[in-house]
């Protein structure tokens, strides 16, 4: 930001005040900002993503009246308990390392990055989408959706980036998929719902190519549509199987602004 240390004249001033006021009403347009470090109710465990990822119980968790999805689930099989997820994951997680010869479902939880926004240990959100679902009608529900409990919004803009493990994935290959090369592709498809019918839709490249998002990426959100009520999240890519999408289907959000007026 630019500091004046002097005006000239009156003139200078009155457009200076006139500069900082239409600044103030631009900033005024967005009344709920979510940067994820206010998340009442939700704890993290010492790696540093939600301790309730696998709580059956859990349908979802709400910061400042916005419901974010989560759907967890547990499977007995021969005397042993497995347990999976949907929907997003708050976390705080710094870990960016490569697993690519690991175990990467014990390190799933982390962005590329290694952390939000405004740096490590900032906490954002974790995506897992449930890459069954049909990309080509709208689901009920979408295993990743945001709502908002008061009523209709205006969805302004959010930060977009790779999780540590869809970024490794498509950068190195692994057994379930291929390495990116050149004419691959993965995007990520936000939607806005409005009156049961989607009322818009904007892509995010995660990568192109051999060119795979590593930092937070800006997104605005105007052509989702005015009033609606659900965003919802999808990814499609060019590495498609039998069953689906190949490649891990993961991303990350942080600052979520929405206006409520």
Not at 106 to 126: F, N, R, V
Not at 158 to 173: D, E, F, I, L, R
Not at 177 to 206: A, P, Q, T
């Amino acid at each position: 930001m630019k500091t004046f240390r002097f005006l000239r004249n009156g003139a200078m001033m009155v457009l200076a005040l006139a500069a900082m006021t239409a600044c103030s009403d631009d900033d005024n347009d967005v009344d709920l900002k979510i940067d994820f470090n206010e998340m009442s109710g939700v704890a993290f465990n010492n790696d540093g993503y939600w301790e309730d990822v696998y709580n059956t119980a859990t349908d979802g968790f709400s910061i400042d009246g916005v419901t974010f999805s989560h759907q967890a689930s547990a499977t007995e099989w021969e005397g042993y308990t497995y347990y999976s997820w949907y929907g997003f994951c708050p976390s705080k997680s710094t870990d960016n390392n490569d697993y690519s010869d690991g175990d990467w479902t014990s390190h799933q939880w982390g962005a590329i990055t290694g952390g939000g926004l405004s740096g490590a240990k900032d906490p954002y959100l974790l995506g897992f989408w449930n890459s069954s679902e049909d990309i080509n009608t709208l689901p009920t529900p979408p295993a990743c959706c945001i709502t908002y409990g008061g009523g209709a919004f205006d969805p302004e803009d959010v930060y977009v980036t790779n999780s540590a493990w869809g970024y490794y994935a498509m950068k190195n290959g692994s057994a379930f998929n291929k390495k990116f090369e050149k004419g691959d592709w993965c995007k990520l498809h936000i939607y806005g719902v409005k009156n049961g019918r989607i009322s818009g839709k904007v892509d995010v490249m995660l990568a192109n190519g051999t060119d795979i998002l590593s930092t937070w990426k800006h997104v605005d959100l105007d052509a989702l549509g005015d009033r609606i009520d659900m965003i919802y999240f999808q990814i499609t890519s060019s590495d498609m199987g039998a069953w689906g999408m190949n490649n891990p289907a993961y991303f990350c959000l942080d600052n979520l602004e929405i206006d409520l007026d």
